[in-house]
C-alpha cells in the first residue's frame, strides 16, 4: 500500500470531510483520494454494545491496520447502538460506545454511518443531529447520501424502512418512524434518487452500502423487499460491491448471473456462531461466523477486499 500524500492527509484532517451540494435529497460529500488515486477505507457493522463481545478487540485490530494502511475513511454498515439506538443527544452510549472504543490513532478519521434496524429501536434523529459531530467530529450518520471519492463512489442507502416485518409487528419494537411516512413515498424518493445518482455518476467504481442483506447465508437471510427494489436498480447500474451488515459474520456471496459480490460485514461485536446456510455453495466464496471486519482498497486498476477476525488473522482476500 502506498503511503498517502501528506499534504492531503494534513488537509484531509483539518476539514475532514467536505459538504459539496445536495442533487435530490441525497447530500453530497467528498473525499479526495490519496496523491496516486487509490482510496483505503474500513467496513464495520453491528458494533454499539459498550465495548461488551469483543466489540473492543474488534476495534483495537481496526486502529493497527487501519494504520498500516492508511485509511481514507471508515464506513459503518448501522447496528450502530444496542439494542435500542440512542435515547436522544446526550444518551452516554454514545461516548460508552463510539467515542470511547474507537480511540486507537489508526480510527481518528470520517466515520460515515447508515442506521441499522436496532436504530430505528431509539430516537432516529438524535443519531442523525449534529450535536453529535460536535462531541466527535469523526460522527457522521445519515439516512441515504452520497460519498464521491473521485475513482469510486459509495451511495449508502436506508434499508430499515423497507422490512415488511418491522410495520406488521403490533406488539413487537417500536420503531422510530417519524420523517419515513408515508412509506410507500418514501421508497420510490430514495430509489429515484438513487437510480440516477447512479446514473450520473462518473466514477470508475460503485459501491452500494445498506444495513440488510440482500443476499446472505446467515441467520437473518435475504431480504426479499431489497431483491425485489433495490437489487434490479443496483443490477441495472453496474455497481460493483454491495455491502451490508445486519448478519452478525463476514462473508462474500458472488453469483454466476452477475459480477456483483455481495459482502457481509456485520461482526463488530456480538457473532452469531455456527448459523450458515446457502443453497449453491459455489456461490458462497467466504462465511466466518466470528468477529471482525473488512478493508477495501481501491484504485485505478482493482479493487482488494479483505477481511480480518479479532487477532487480525486475513480470513478472505478478493480482488478484481
Ligand atoms: C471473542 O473472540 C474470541 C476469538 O474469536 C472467541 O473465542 C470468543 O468466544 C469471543 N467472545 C465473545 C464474547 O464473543
Not at 20 to 29: A, D, I, K, Q, T
Request: glycine fraction near 10%; hydrophobic fraction near 35%.
Amino acid at each position: 500500500m502506498a503511503v498517502g500524500w501528506n499534504g492531503h492527509l494534513v488537509l484531509g484532517l483539518v476539514l475532514g470531510f467536505s459538504l459539496v451540494s445536495s442533487l435530490g435529497e441525497l447530500e453530497r460529500f467528498v473525499e479526495s483520494p490519496k496523491g496516486d488515486g487509490s482510496v483505503t477505507f474500513l467496513v464495520i457493522g453491528d458494533w454499539g454494545r459498550r465495548g461488551n463481545y469483543n466489540q473492543t478487540e474488534v476495534a483495537h485490530q481496526m486502529g493497527i491496520i487501519g494504520e498500516k494502511l492508511d485509511i481514507d475513511f471508515v464506513v459503518s454498515t448501522g447496528d450502530n447502538f444496542y439494542e435500542d439506538g440512542l435515547t436522544g443527544v446526550d444518551d452516554p452510549a454514545f461516548q460508552e460506545s463510539f467515542v470511547n472504543i474507537y480511540t486507537h490513532p489508526g480510527l481518528q478519521k470520517q466515520w460515515y454511518s447508515v442506521l441499522g434496524n436496532h436504530d430505528y429501536r431509539g430516537d432516529v434523529e438524535a443519531q442523525l443531529n449534529p450535536t453529535l459531530r460536535k462531541m466527535d467530529s469523526r460522527w457522521l450518520c445519515l439516512r441515504s447520501f452520497i460519498v464521491n471519492a473521485k475513482i469510486v463512489e459509495l451511495f449508502f442507502v436506508d434499508t430499515t424502512p423497507f422490512v415488511d416485518k418491522y410495520f406488521a409487528e403490533p406488539k413487537g419494537d417500536v420503531h422510530d418512524w417519524s420523517n419515513v411516512l408515508p412509506r410507500k413515498r418514501y421508497h420510490s424518493n430514495l430509489l429515484e434518487d438513487l437510480d440516477s445518482a447512479l446514473k450520473e455518476s462518473r466514477a470508475k467504481w460503485k459501491i452500494v452500502v445498506g444495513h440488510h442483506t440482500i443476499k446472505s447465508a446467515g441467520e437473518h437471510g435475504n431480504t426479499p423487499e431489497l431483491v425485489a427494489q433495490l437489487l434490479p436498480i443496483i443490477q441495472a447500474n453496474n455497481v460493483d460491491l454491495y455491502i451490508n451488515g445486519h448478519d452478525h459474520c463476514l462473508q462474500r456471496i458472488s453469483t454466476s448471473d452477475s459480477p456483483i459480490q455481495f459482502l457481509t460485514s456485520g461482526g463488530g461485536s456480538k457473532a452469531w456462531r455456527g448459523h450458515v446456510s446457502w443453497p449453491n455453495p459455489e456461490e458462497l466464496k467466504f462465511y466466518y461466523d466470528g468477529q471482525g471486519f473488512m478493508t477495501v482498497q481501491v484504485t485505478e486498476a482493482q479493487i482488494d477486499v479483505v477481511f480480518y477476525d479479532i487477532e487480525g488473522q486475513v480470513h478472505h482476500h478478493w480482488s478484481v
